[in-house]
């Protein structure tokens, strides 16, 4: 008896050691990665302070989904609270709260490469959405948020708790946009707004990271989330639709029959999109090749 509950005590010994050394292992590979620095080298952006450009920035930052986490007036919110796994916090942008180190610049390189004003990745900001975003685009969404007027709120931290750590040293939990995006310095485009496919391709960059970039859907961001809807013109995806329903979907939330899509679908976002926006989004969808779901 005394024997065996030694063994017992040794083997539990073991186990709390594995354990001790798999959280270390986590904690250290996570810091290391949350530590690591990015130098961001693109050609220089200009603050601009002409209305019409921070009309434009004003409509790119509530069209392409920086509102629905930063919030309408960019005080900021907690996007998620996963418990043990992350608490996500899209912070504060206003002067009241933002690192005054944000210039035009440096909100360039959180917004199209995840990397914040001290050179360290961003958590959980999907960069990769907007990294090809034009340069003067790009210049007026920073110039209207330099132009923020200042907002109180304060909606606390992003913290990556122990399950998000260990997660993250498996590979299954990706916390860092910088850590996959190119870095090369390089001058982006930026197309004029017309009602084509290729316009529509520029736009639907912001759908990719749902929908991916062959519009196909079938992400599913949790268990009781739903999949992200297959956009091509396969009769699986909007091959039954028409075009006014496809504007009902983008601004009133709403499918053909009726039924209300699920908030995760930024569609109040979307609403906002002007009709030539809209018109070149479904132009795009109708010139790529109809996928069937992916089984
Ligand atoms: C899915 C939610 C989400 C969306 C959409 C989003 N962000 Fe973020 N953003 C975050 C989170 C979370 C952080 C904080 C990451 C951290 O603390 O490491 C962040 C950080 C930032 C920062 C750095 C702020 C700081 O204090 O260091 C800037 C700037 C920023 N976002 C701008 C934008 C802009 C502009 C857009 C739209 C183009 C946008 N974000 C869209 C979630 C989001
Ligand atoms: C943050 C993720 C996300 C982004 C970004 C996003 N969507 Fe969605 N979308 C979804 C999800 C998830 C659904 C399924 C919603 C449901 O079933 O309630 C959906 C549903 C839809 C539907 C309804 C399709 C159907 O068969 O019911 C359309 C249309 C749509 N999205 C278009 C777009 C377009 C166009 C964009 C870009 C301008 C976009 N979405 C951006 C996640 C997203």
Known sequence: MKRVLKWLGWGLCGLLGLVLATAAAAWLHSERALNQTYAIDDPPLTRSTDPAV??????????????????GEG?????????????????NLTPA????????????AAVRHGVRADQRGLIFMPAATWSEL???DMAALASYILALPPHANDPGQTEVRPLGRLLNMVGAFPLLSAATLDHQPRQRETPA????????????AFCADCHGSDMRGGKQF?????????????????GNWS????????????RPDGSQLHPIMPWRATARMSDLELEALWRYLGSLPPLADAK
């Not at 005080?75 to 912070?91: H, I, N, Y």
Request: glycine letters at 12%.
């Open 54 to 71: 921070l009309a434009r920035g004003e409509h790119l930052y509530q069209t392409r989904g920086c509102g629905a986490c930063h919030g």
């Open 75 to 91: 005080e900021g919110s907690v996007v998620m609270d996963a418990g043990p796994v992350l608490r996500a916090v899209a912070p």
């Open 97 to 108: 709260r933002l690192d005054p180190a944000y210039d035009v610049d440096a909100l360039a």
């Open 134 to 136: 034009g340069d003067e």
């Open 193 to 204: 707004p017309s009602p084509t496919p290729a316009y529509g391709a520029y736009l639907a």
């Open 222 to 238: 949790g268990p009781d989330m739903p999949v992200a809807a297959n956009l091509t013109m396969h009769p699986d995806g909007l």
């Open 243 to 254: 075009e006014a329903d496809f504007n009902r979907a983008l601004r009133q939330g709403q």
